[in-house]
Nanobody
Framework: QVQLVESGGGLVQSGGSLRLSCAAS????????MAWIRQAPGKEREFVAA????????LYADSVKGRSTISRDNAKNTVYLQMHSLKPEDTAVYYC????????????????WGQGTQVTVSS
């Protein structure tokens, strides 16, 4: 089972960009579908984006579609989330999650979760 560590969060002005990274330990990273999930204060978790094992397919939430790109580098055991045109409503803790079987727009059923990275977008 992999372990996941997110990085790249921070404070950014509205309209700015950020790239989040999620580094995985272990030799089986390429076996996992990967996803980004976020949770804003006082709100439920929200699916953001997912990428299939071989990076053939991607899924996005409507709220970020066109502003975000998920990608992965299996040689580096890392998945990325590039976000542009950030809005205050993008403020949340962003979690990286891995699933051996699920490639869905879902916030549940993942096998492994990271600890999260805070993204704050100021207006």
């Amino acid at each position: 089972q992999v372990q996941l560590v997110e990085s790249g969060g921070g404070l950014v002005q509205s309209g700015g960009s950020l790239r989040l990274s999620c580094a995985a330990s272990g030799r089986t990273f390429s076996s996992y579908h990967m996803a980004w999930i976020r949770q804003a204060p006082g709100k439920e978790r929200e699916f953001v984006a997912a990428i299939s094992r071989g990076a053939i397919s991607t899924l996005y939430a409507d709220s970020v579609k066109g502003r975000s790109t998920i990608s992965r580098d299996n040689a580096k055991n890392t998945v990325y989330l590039q976000m542009h045109s950030l809005k205050p409503e993008d403020t949340a803790v962003y979690y990286c999650a891995a699933s051996l079987s699920r490639f869905l727009r879902t916030t549940g059923g993942y096998d492994v979760w990271g600890q999260g990275t805070q993204v704050t977008v100021s207006s």
